[in-house]
């Protein structure tokens, strides 16, 4: 991809101080390099490493220039297939060239970027950033060329929630407590920082694991002073909303949240969804009527923490403690934050390191990226490819104790199984594609009343 002149890089990525969209690297190989070799004069005498020679390649390397022209690769991430797509932007699978770790790219198209969905993704970031969670997606980096934006993603392999049962049916209960738990933990860690979702929904839960999920797609979320301040933007999808998005004038985030939380817990467990309707206005005066059905083959402490959820007035509605101590989630494990999880290198002594960051560091100097390099990059928080590597390489290390040791198979092993068999080529997800029963799938929208 030929560089752009100095002076039309500057017009082009020139943005006010009150621009929303806080992503400025332009032009990201060349940069990228200019930075490393200006502020690091001994890079010239590890020429060998990795990371050097991953440095040269995007600038030298023919085959890397022909994959950065036709859009298959983007810093050191090669791209692969495509695992799904949105209004404006697309997710796909890609490879980081010196872990070999598999990751999620979002491209986000810039031409279709007005103010307000910069706004959109400048708090998706910020949301990530401020999330550090074992059961929530994982932002590595964040990288910005001249006409799209790719937040380069934590990789969860099994897929969609939704996919799994539409696909093979409604868990049962037991397998449906253990991932319920992992979720609700989820979004009570985003409550406890002031994060709100807003679109929670079996499409932005995923599988990384036989028995484990996580929450992603932080497009619609915010971040607010006081969790019970209201809001006005209505968004989400139309099937969890809560009654409030369309009686009311605002809402108080955790609870539309919540609502939303019994909506999937019905999903989970009957493969269908509380309100049904054809149109959205059909479907609004079901909601904020709030007459449902609960099947006869779910148990009875099942039912009473749906019926306990999707409770029109927010006064009986349970809150996130009440979900966590009802029966049916009784003796169930709520995954705490991560503690040590390391969102920037830090710069104490060794001796205060944790081991997970100990062997972090190693393994990255085994690459060719020093201390002084991890410490120069910093205040670059997300936008550098020195701290992606550094989240890929703990990430790595922290995922073996995070991982769910039960014998018992996940809910839906065999699609997670057969995902994972996939070498995400185009021509192997267009089969999937092909063979795959249409799911019905609603697109996300914002609603505004």
Not at 12 to 22: G, I, K, N, V
Not at 165 to 171: C, D, F, V
Not at 309 to 325: E, G
Request: aromatic fraction near 8%.
């Amino acid at each position: 991809m030929p560089a752009a002149s100095t002076e039309s890089q500057e017009k082009l990525f020139h943005r006010t101080p009150s621009s929303p969209l806080l992503i400025t690297v332009s032009n990201f190989e060349k940069v990228e390099v200019d930075h490393i070799s200006r502020s690091n004069p001994e890079i010239s005498q590890i020429s060998a490493s990795k990371y050097e020679a991953a440095l040269q390649n995007l600038c030298s390397d023919d085959r890397w220039q022909k994959d950065i022209a036709l859009g298959k690769r983007v810093g050191f991430y090669r791209i692969h297939g495509e695992l799904g797509s949105g209004n404006f932007s697309k997710v796909k699978v890609a490879s980081h060239c010196l872990t070999k770790q598999k990751v999620a790219a979002k491209i986000i198209d810039k031409s279709r970027l007005d103010i307000k969905t910069q706004r959109m993704l400048a708090r998706e970031i910020k949301s990530m950033e401020s999330l550090h969670h074992p059961h929530i997606i994982r932002l590595y980096e964040v990288i910005e060329a001249l006409s799209k934006v790719y937040l380069i993603m934590e990789y969860a392999s099994g897929g969609e929630l939704f996919h799994c049962i539409t696909s093979e049916g409604r868990l049962p209960e037991h397998k449906a407590k253990h991932l319920m738990a992992q979720v609700v933990s989820a979004v009570n860690h985003m409550h406890q920082n002031n994060i709100i979702h807003r679109d929670i929904k079996a499409e932005n839960v995923f599988f990384a694991g036989p028995n484990v999920v996580k929450v992603g797609d932080f497009g619609f979320s915010t971040q607010v002073e006081n969790v019970f301040n209201p809001l006005t933007t209505f968004c989400g999808s139309p099937p969890y909303a809560a009654p409030e998005l369309f009686k009311d004038t605002s809402y108080i985030g955790p609870c539309v949240d919540i609502w939303a939380l019994g909506v999937l817990l019905y999903f989970m467990v009957t493969a269908s969804m509380p309100f049904q309707a054809q149109t959205v206005v059909f479907l609004k005066n079901l909601i904020i009527e709030g007459k449902f059905k609960i099947p006869s083959y779910v148990s009875k402490n099942c039912s009473v923490l749906i019926r306990g959820i999707l409770q029109q007035n927010l006064k009986h509605r349970f809150n996130m403690k009440d979900i966590m101590l009802s029966e049916w989630l009784f003796n169930q494990n709520f995954p705490d934050e991560l503690e040590r999880y390391i969102m920037y290198p830090s710069f104490e002594s060794s001796s205060r390191l944790t081991e997970e960051e100990r062997e972090t560091r190693h393994q990255l100097r085994n690459l060719g990226i020093t201390d002084e390099m991890l410490q120069d990059c910093a205040s670059r928080g997300p936008r550098s490819n020195i701290t992606g590597t550094f989240r890929i390489v703990l990430y790595n290390l922290q995922t073996n104790p995070l991982e769910d040791t039960s014998n018992d198979s996940a809910p839906g092993t065999s699609l997670a199984e057969r995902i994972l068999d996939q070498e995400f080529n185009e021509k192997g997800t267009r089969k999937a594609n092909e063979g795959a029963k249409p799911p019905n799938k609603i697109s996300r929208m914002c609603i505004l009343l």
